[in-house]
């Protein structure tokens, strides 16, 4: 048995704040950790604001607060104006790290990583994980102490890294959905039979999406299709009902979602490496609308779904209510298209992603 599965329990600390596309890889790695390691001990940080406070707690993982320190997606001047920000930030980290007898640092980005990769140098062994091709700031400058480096996609320009996929929940890879369809509309009270749509646009949800999706409402009714609307927890989605139709079921955040991808038949979203990952990995086809800003990695990110036949891509300024109509539409209710770009799908990602990025992080603990 390797080194790294015996010896004296480890504590890890994984940093990934924020949003869930930073959170959940964050937390699948902690779980599978914790089937390698269940002895190990194992600490979250974030920051007072973000979703983490929400996502993470349920899960059993405490929780560590340190002051959040926004960062440009590249170095400018913007940054001159921190250094305080950041020294009271790295302090606080720092402080936790030695409280809690960190072993291994493992980031995923966002505005509680650097911080969390600062306080850590020269002090604890750093693991860095990469979700997109085009790595944040935060990403950049830590791994250039990393201990290791690891990726989700091909090609992210971050020296020495190894590819590993994006991890995920086991309740995703291990999903079988035909099984679970029956409860899955059920749980959300979806029609048993019609054909389903999924809709959500992120954590946060997104009023492109919202809007282009819910002004299509009557068309989806009329062409038999039922709709799960996460429309965002912040947002308000008011759809009008049509009796005798298939339910348009709108909800602010979707807390199952192995349950709300069992349900559908298609799903529409962003694609950022997060989502990508998941619907890849359930074998669902896409209509995917990445996010119209920063560098262009949603575009990125859903390439290869698309290049495989798994996927469509429609870009933000181009979704409307007449393009949910002629293009969604019109996939959703062919199942036999259906049936072919979910087998198009398979193969797609990384499945032990989880896992192998647990045992990166436990050998690290080691040295």
Same mark, same amino acid.
């Given at each position: 048995?390797?080194?790294?599965?015996?010896?004296?329990?480890?504590?890890?600390?994984?940093?990934?704040?924020?949003?869930?596309?930073?959170?959940?890889?964050?937390?699948?790695?902690?779980?599978?950790?914790?089937?390698?390691?269940?002895?190990?001990?194992?600490?979250?940080?974030?920051?007072?604001?973000?979703?983490?406070?929400?996502?993470?707690?349920?899960?059993?993982?405490?929780?560590?607060?340190?002051?959040?320190?926004?960062?440009?997606?590249?170095?400018?001047?913007?940054?001159l104006r921190l250094p305080l920000r950041v020294r009271d930030s790295v302090r606080r980290a720092r402080e936790v790290l030695?409280?809690?007898?960190?072993?291994?640092?493992?980031?995923?980005?966002?505005?509680?990583?650097?911080?969390?990769?600062?306080?850590?140098?020269?002090?604890?062994?750093?693991?860095?994980?990469?979700?997109?091709?085009?790595?944040?700031?935060?990403?950049?400058?830590?791994?250039?102490?990393?201990?290791?480096?690891?990726?989700?996609?091909?090609?992210?320009?971050?020296?020495?890294?190894?590819?590993?996929?994006?991890?995920?929940?086991?309740?995703?890879?291990?999903? *079988?959905?035909?099984?679970?369809?029956?409860?899955?509309?059920?749980?959300?009270?979806?029609?048993?039979?019609?054909?389903?749509?999924?809709?959500?646009?992120?954590?946060?949800?997104?009023?492109?999406?919202?809007?282009?999706?819910?002004?299509?409402?009557?068309?989806?009714?009329?062409?038999?299709?039922?709709?799960?609307?996460?429309?965002?927890?912040?947002?308000?989605?008011?759809?009008?009902?049509?009796?005798?139709?298939?339910?348009?079921?709108?909800?602010?955040?979707?807390?199952?979602?192995?349950?709300?991808?069992?349900?559908?038949?298609?799903?529409?979203?962003?694609?950022?490496?997060?989502?990508?990952?998941?619907?890849?990995?359930?074998?669902?086809?896409?209509?995917?609308?990445?996010?119209?800003?920063?560098?262009?990695?949603?575009?990125?990110?859903?390439?290869?779904?698309?290049?495989?036949?798994?996927?469509?891509?429609?870009?933000?300024?181009?979704?409307?209510?007449?393009?949910?109509?002629?293009?969604?539409?019109?996939?959703?209710? *062919?199942? *036999?298209?259906?049936?072919?770009?979910?087998?198009?799908?398979?193969?797609?990602?990384?499945?032990?992603?989880?896992?192998?990025?647990?045992?990166?992080?436990?050998?690290?603990?080691?040295?």
């Open positions: 048995m390797s080194q790294a599965l015996t010896g004296r329990a480890p504590t890890v600390v994984v940093a990934g704040g924020g949003t869930a596309g930073h959170i959940e890889p964050a937390m699948a790695l902690a779980d599978a950790v914790r089937r390698l390691r269940p002895d190990a001990k194992i600490i979250a940080m974030g920051t007072p604001k973000g979703l983490e406070n929400d996502l993470i707690p349920p899960r059993g993982y405490p929780l560590e607060l340190i002051p959040p320190v926004p960062l440009p997606r590249k170095p400018t001047t913007d940054l030695d409280r809690v007898g960190a072993d291994v640092v493992v980031g995923f980005g966002g505005y509680v990583s650097l911080p969390v990769y600062l306080a850590a140098r020269g002090r604890v062994p750093i693991v860095v994980h990469e979700a997109n091709e085009s790595p944040g700031l935060a990403n950049r400058i830590g791994a250039r102490f990393a201990t290791r480096v690891a990726v989700g996609v091909p090609g992210a320009s971050l020296p020495g890294a190894q590819l590993v996929g994006i991890p995920l929940r086991r309740s995703i890879t291990t999903l *079988d959905r035909p099984a679970l369809r029956e409860e899955a509309r059920k749980h959300f009270g979806l029609d048993p039979e019609a054909p389903t749509l999924l809709v959500f646009g992120g954590s946060q949800g997104a009023r492109t999406i919202n809007t282009a999706v819910s002004g299509a409402a009557k068309d989806l009714a009329d062409a038999g299709v039922g709709v799960l609307h996460a429309h965002g927890p912040k947002n308000t989605l008011i759809v009008q009902e049509f009796p005798g139709r298939p339910a348009y079921v709108p909800v602010p955040y979707l807390e199952r979602m192995d349950l709300a991808y069992a349900a559908a038949d298609v799903v529409l979203c962003r694609s950022g490496a997060m989502t990508v990952a998941e619907v890849s990995a359930v074998g669902l086809p896409a209509v995917f609308v990445p996010l119209p800003i920063g560098n262009g990695e949603q575009a990125s990110n859903a390439r290869p779904a698309v290049d495989a036949g798994a996927a469509l891509l429609v870009a933000d300024a181009d979704l409307t209510p007449a393009k949910v109509a002629d293009l969604v539409i019109p996939l959703v209710t *062919d199942p *036999d298209r259906v049936a072919k770009m979910s087998a198009a799908g398979s193969g797609l990602g990384h499945r032990e992603a989880d896992e192998t990025l647990a045992r990166i992080v436990l050998e690290a603990a080691n040295t």
